[in-house]
C-alpha cells in the first residue's frame, strides 16, 4: 500500500491518472475519493483541486468522443470529489478522526432534515430511481419488488450508504497517508473512533419523542444514528484484533460477510458500537 501511495505522489500526472481512471471504477466515492483525501493530506488544497480539475477535463473530453452525457460526468465528479475534499480539510481542521465522524454524523442527519423540508414530494423524487433500478434488474433476468422500497425508506438508505462511501473514503485516504515513509499528522486511529455519549443520548432522545408523539422524522433520525454505531462496532472489532483479542480471520470474516448480511451484521454492529459509547468497553478491557 506504500508502493501505491507513492506512485501517486511521485508526479502530479499520476495523481491525475489514478483520478479519472477509479472514478471510472465501481463505488468511485471509495476509490477515487480515498485518492482525493490522499492528495489533500500530502500535498495540500491546492495541488489536489488542480489535478481534480485536469482529471475532469480528460474525462469531459473522452466522454464527448464516445458520445456520453457530459452533465451525468460532472455530476459524478461533483458528487464523488466535492465531499472527499471536504470532510479531509475537516479532518486537517479538527486533527481528530473521531471529531471528524462525529460532525459528519450531525451534517448527515441535517442533510436529511433539508431534503425532507425542500422536497415537497419524496416518492415524486424518488420514482425515477426506482424506475431505473427496476430495469436494471429486469435486464438481467431477476425481479424486483419495489412495494417495499418506500419514499421513507429510499431517504434512509441514501443517507446511511453516502455517509459511509464518504466516510470509508477518507478514512482509507488517511490510512493511505499515514503508510508514507517521513513524518505524517497523526489525527488519530480508527480503533479508537467513539461517538461518545451526546450522540448515543440524541438517538435515544429520539427513538424516545419519536414513539410519544409519533413523529415519523424523529423516529428516522433514530434509526440513523443507531445504524451509523455499526462504523463504532467495526472499530471495536479492529481495538480487539490490535490487542490479541481477536484472530484476524474473524475480523476478514466481517468484512467479508458484510455484503452478504448486511442489515444483520450492520445491526449487530450497531449494538456493539452503541453499548460501547455507554459503557467504553475498550477502557475497561485495557484496565483487566
Given at each position: ?32 475519493g480515498a ?21 475532469t ?47 459528519s ?16 414530494d419524496?416518492?415524486v ?7 431505473a ?14 412495494s ?30 499515514r ?10 486511529r ?7 455519549r451526546?450522540?448515543?443520548f440524541?438517538?435515544?432522545l ?10 415519523a ?14 462504523m ?57
Amino acid at each position: 500500500m506504500q508502493a501505491i501511495a507513492n506512485w501517486l505522489l511521485a508526479r502530479p500526472y499520476n495523481a491525475v491518472l489514478g483520478l479519472a481512471v477509479t472514478l471510472l471504477l465501481p463505488a468511485p466515492q471509495i476509490t477515487s475519493g480515498a485518492i482525493m483525501a490522499l492528495l489533500v493530506l500530502a500535498k495540500g488544497n491546492r495541488p489536489a483541486v488542480t489535478g481534480a480539475l485536469i482529471a475532469t477535463a480528460i474525462l469531459a473530453v473522452a466522454t464527448l468522443i464516445v458520445g456520453g452525457t457530459l452533465p451525468a460526468v460532472l455530476v459524478l465528479v461533483a458528487g464523488t470529489w466535492v465531499p472527499a475534499l471536504l470532510l479531509t480539510n475537516l479532518l486537517v481542521a479538527t486533527r481528530s478522526l473521531t471529531l471528524t465522524l462525529q460532525v459528519s454524523v450531525i451534517v448527515a442527519i441535517v442533510a436529511m432534515l433539508v431534503f425532507q423540508v425542500v422536497v415537497p414530494d419524496p416518492a415524486v423524487f424518488w420514482q425515477p430511481y426506482l424506475d431505473a433500478m427496476t430495469k436494471v434488474v429486469n435486464d438481467n433476468g431477476l425481479e424486483l419488488d419495489t412495494s417495499m422500497l418506500t419514499a421513507e425508506i429510499m431517504t434512509i438508505s441514501a443517507v446511511l450508504v453516502y455517509w459511509m462511501l464518504f466516510t470509508v473514503a477518507m478514512m482509507t485516504g488517511y490510512w493511505f497517508y499515514r503508510q508514507l515513509p517521513g513524518e505524517t499528522s497523526n489525527f488519530g486511529r480508527f480503533r479508537e473512533l467513539n461517538f461518545g455519549r451526546v450522540i448515543a443520548f440524541t438517538m435515544a432522545l429520539a427513538s424516545l419523542l419519536a414513539f410519544v408523539i409519533g413523529a415519523a422524522w424523529l423516529q428516522n433520525i433514530a434509526f440513523i444514528l443507531f445504524a451509523m454505531f455499526m462504523m463504532q462496532g467495526l472499530a471495536i472489532m479492529h481495538w480487539l484484533r490490535g490487542e490479541a483479542y481477536l484472530p484476524g480471520f474473524a475480523l476478514i470474516s466481517v468484512y467479508i460477510l458484510l455484503p452478504f448480511l448486511q442489515v444483520l451484521l450492520v445491526m449487530l454492529l450497531a449494538l456493539v458500537g452503541y453499548s460501547d459509547a455507554w459503557f467504553d468497553f475498550r477502557r475497561r478491557f485495557a484496565k483487566t
